[in-house]
């Protein structure tokens, strides 16, 4: 028999740190439910968040065990579906639209506090793209390789804008990493709650 475990309550423990009502402003998009945000979601629900946009086409893989916020279990179903389950499981009255497709723009809605956590420096650009064109809240990027990381907040002000454009780089100017070498959950973890700080910020 579930417990039913009110806001306060869940909360009690960081409600001098978090402002709950703040952070519910807007709707979550997460772009990329693997490495990085496949936990960013996971934290996010349990700092509190509520609304999410998920969208990743991709489904579990067994190399994705080791890096990535899925289980054995979990294998060969969507990865949205999966981390959909998993903010469920946390909080049964978080709500989430699941989308098992490519990025487009439109997936996003507005005023969204959009989460870049893609693979690939086309796909940011384009969403980099969409930002400034849409009416979105604020931008934030998360990348990783095995032992590093890099995360942006970037806003509507041009210092901002124009810092973050700066760091897209053509792809084929990407470090290439051996295949054993890509990734470590230690990196992924990290970049996902250093976003979130940033996110609570």
Known sequence: MLADIGIEERHLR???IIDQERINRFTVSIVGVGAIGSHLAEILAKLGVQKFTLIDFDEVDSVNLGVQGFYEREVGIPKVHAVTLRLKAICQDVEVIENTTEYTAD???TQSVVFSCVDSMKTRRQIFRHFCE????VLFDGRMAAESLRVFCVERDLKSISEYRDSLFPEHESYREACTARATIYSAMMAAAILCAQFKK
């Not at 849409?134 to 809240?137: H, L």
């Open 107 to 109: 997936l996003i809605p």
């Open 134 to 137: 849409k009416d979105w809240s």
């Open 14 to 16: 960081n409600a001098s």
